[in-house]
């Protein structure tokens, strides 16, 4: 149930794509993901080179809305490196890793803000290995 996805592929604007990059550079890499394309201000993200999410330059006149994205963990171990990455990149720590029972019994989730504010969360849906 919770291994599939229904998106293809999200983008966010970035205020400073360089700051961005180096971010999701550093916490992406414990759930298994890469850069997979770059294009300079544009980069996509991915597993095996197929990007999925990708961020890009601010292009609007107008600041950002905050979004919340969840990145899939293949276990609580990799919730946890993602949230070690995202404090060692400076990252301000919203929820530590922990098992969030509102949502359901296995749900483990770490919640971090990135360079422009947004709420990302790595999260697995499997018990304690």
């Not at 592929?9 to 890469?34: K, M, N, W």
């Not at 995202?86 to 969030?100: K, Q, T």
């Not at 949502?103 to 360079?115: E, I, K, L, Q, T």
Request: proline share 7%.
């Amino acid at each position: 149930m919770y291994g599939s996805t229904m998106l293809d592929h999200l983008s966010i604007q970035c205020a400073d794509t360089d700051a961005s990059s180096r971010f999701y550079d550093a916490v992406l890499v414990p759930l298994g993901g890469e850069r997979a394309m770059d294009f300079g201000t544009v980069i996509g993200y991915g597993v095996s080179g197929r990007p999925t999410f990708w961020i890009g330059p601010l292009d609007g006149g107008t600041p950002n809305r905050e979004v919340h994205v969840a990145f899939a963990a293949g276990d609580r171990a990799g919730v946890r490196a993602f949230f070690n990455a995202a404090r060692a990149a400076g990252a301000e720590v919203l929820h530590e890793p922990r098992v969030w029972p509102e949502y359901h019994p296995n749900y483990f989730g770490a919640f971090v803000r990135d360079p422009d504010g947004n709420n990302v969360e790595a999260v697995c849906h499997l018990p304690e290995a």
